[in-house]
């Protein structure tokens, strides 16, 4: 078979695919093709990983913290405001957190939680700046595995949920993630402001035990869809890929628990014993959510 042919099947069967989608998003930014996301998505890595430390290896970090307090203040702003959308558009106005399918109508409650999806889709891409002030700032221990997987991962996989289910049972994921974050960037705005605000930065620590509480809950209902004898969601698909994905982030996480905090390896001794970053984030600042 020649190659043009083989080309002309994959995108036939591309075409049919997308004609399964959500027409309610045709013509929104980001959502014609998952190419362009896929783009945005590697050249992240490519940067972090791997141009970024190169450009900054002969260079002094920057001094970023006006900005991180501009950038962490208005994540917690946006994240309250995700979480208020996702409340009203379904979570706390009808849905059972049991088996809740996708309103596909034109209803004002419908849009709202296609609205909403879509925004916590596009907060994905604003939170790669995370890792890009790391690299600035050379922080690069702070570029784990774990949370350069994190960050690239959750917006690639959220297209497929927008473009074909946006709502219903597999959106509940994204609700507790935005609360989780409202907490987390509160931490880091804080942080950012510099050492007199250490005393109010006790519960760090806790940062994981809340995001390991997250993934537990997200893993438990997800995967009461497996137990349920009947269920009109129309994508389970994307219940297998929320209780895989909060399996997956458990195990990472209990992992970061463990090097970090049961065994101490996050940092060197010599590095806690110098208190705050100059920068404005503490020594032990992480960003792996």
Not at 195 to 211: A, E, N, R
Not at 221 to 250: K, N, T, W
Not at 265 to 286: I, M, Q, T, Y
């Amino acid at each position: 078979m020649a190659f043009s042919e083989y080309t002309y099947r994959a995108v036939h069967l591309y075409d049919e695919w997308l004609k399964d989608a959500d027409p309610r998003l045709d013509g929104w930014f980001l959502m014609s093709s998952p190419f362009p996301q896929t783009v945005i998505l590697l050249s992240y890595i490519y940067f972090v990983k791997s141009l970024g430390p190169r450009l900054m290896e002969n260079r002094k970090p920057f001094n970023l913290r006006p900005i991180l307090i501009v950038y962490n203040f208005s994540s917690v702003a946006l994240s309250v405001y995700m979480s208020y959308e996702f409340v009203m558009s379904g979570w706390g106005t009808g849905y059972s957190f049991k088996c809740d399918p996708v309103d596909y109508s034109h209803s004002p409650q419908a849009m709202r939680m296609v609205q909403t999806c879509w925004l916590y889709y596009f907060s994905k891409f604003t939170e790669l700046l995370d890792t890009i002030f790391f690299v600035l700032r050379k922080k690069n221990n702070q570029i784990t595995f774990l949370h350069v997987y994190h960050h690239a991962i959750m917006p690639f996989t959220w297209w497929f949920g927008v473009k074909f289910a946006p709502g219903g049972i597999g959106t509940f994921h994204g609700l507790l993630n935005c609360i989780v974050h409202v907490i987390m960037y509160t931490y880091y705005g804080l942080s950012a402001l510099g050492p007199s605000f250490q005393k109010f930065l006790w519960w760090k620590k806790h940062l994981t035990s809340i995001q390991l509480i997250q993934f537990v809950i997200v893993t438990c209902h997800s995967s009461q869809y497996f137990f349920m004898e009947d269920c009109g969601y129309q994508y389970p698909i994307f219940v297998y890929i929320v209780a895989l994905y909060g399996m997956v982030f458990l195990l990472l996480f209990l992992n970061f628990w463990y090097h970090a905090y049961t065994k101490g390896k996050r940092l060197p001794k010599v590095l806690r014993a110098k208190g705050p970053d100059p920068n404005g984030n503490g020594v032990l600042h992480n960003k792996d959510e």
